[in-house]
């Protein structure tokens, strides 16, 4: 559950530290004097900071993924297991009719990894070491199989499409309501916007983003199933459900950080209404879906 709430408070805090940003350097004040322009004028606000975070934030991904993991590319292989590896997902991206991504191994104990990237011919594929040291390579190839699948199914620039669109919402609703409020509290006066309209969009956007972030998770997981298909449809269906049998040994646990958690292989489990913020479905729930395949 920590790592679905240090997700969550992500996302919240690039909404909190956009509004602090704007109202300390009057862009706020200045937009809320001049009415924003009209609606117009006020969607296209939220949009340039809604849309603009979520999309710098996936041109910076594969530079973040390396830093943050210490993910090693492989440019030149320098063992079997390397050079099997690079093969591996060279076959894949083949099949998969998408450019060759880079491909890396980062120092982690629990089985993982994960798939960025800006665009499908510009990726980046990195499992861990403990998942080379404690799977087979027939599992191995299933789960390089699943994270092509998210490249070739553009996951991450739909996901970055969809966050940035609901961050513009987030934005936006925030904003109006908070102009409203502010208003009946006596600011309209103040064009610049007053202290309960700061306050009020501040609140909101955590609010709304917290709802947001559901739809958000919701995706997630299905584009898991998604990518389990993929992984089934290049490896064998027995493979891809072989390896998420093994992933369940991992417990939950992953040592990835919250900006590319959700690009995991697996994620934390939560019970009750935490379920709504899992970036993935439950391992076994996965397996059955690959097992109830036509």
Known sequence: MRRIALFIGTNLAVLLLLSIVCHLFGIDQMAASRGYGGMGGLLAFAAVFGMGGAFISLAMSKTIAKWSTGAQVITQPQSDTERWLVDTVRRHAQNAGIGMPDVAIYNAPEMNAFATGMTKNHALVAVSSGLLQQMDREQITAVLGHEIGHVANGDMVTLTLIQGVLNTLVIL??????????????????????????????????????????????????????????????????????????????????????????????????????????????????????????
């Open 173 to 294: 609703a925030a904003r109006i309501v908070g102009r409203a409020v502010d208003s009946w509290m006596g600011g309209s006066n103040n064009r610049g916007g007053g202290i309960g309209y700061f306050v009020v969009v501040m609140v909101l956007q955590i609010v709304f983003g917290l709802f947001a972030s559901m739809i958000v998770a919701a995706f997630s997981r299905w584009r898991e199933f998604r990518a389990d298909a993929a992984g089934a449809q290049f490896a064998g269906r027995g493979a891809m459900i072989s390896a998420l049998q093994r992933l369940q040994a991992n417990h939950g646990e992953s040592t990835l950080p919250n900006t590319i958690a959700a690009f995991g292989i697996s994620g934390p489990l939560a019970e009750g209404i935490k379920k709504l913020f899992m970036s993935h479905p439950p391992l076994d729930v996965r397996i059955a879906a690959l097992r109830n395949a036509a």
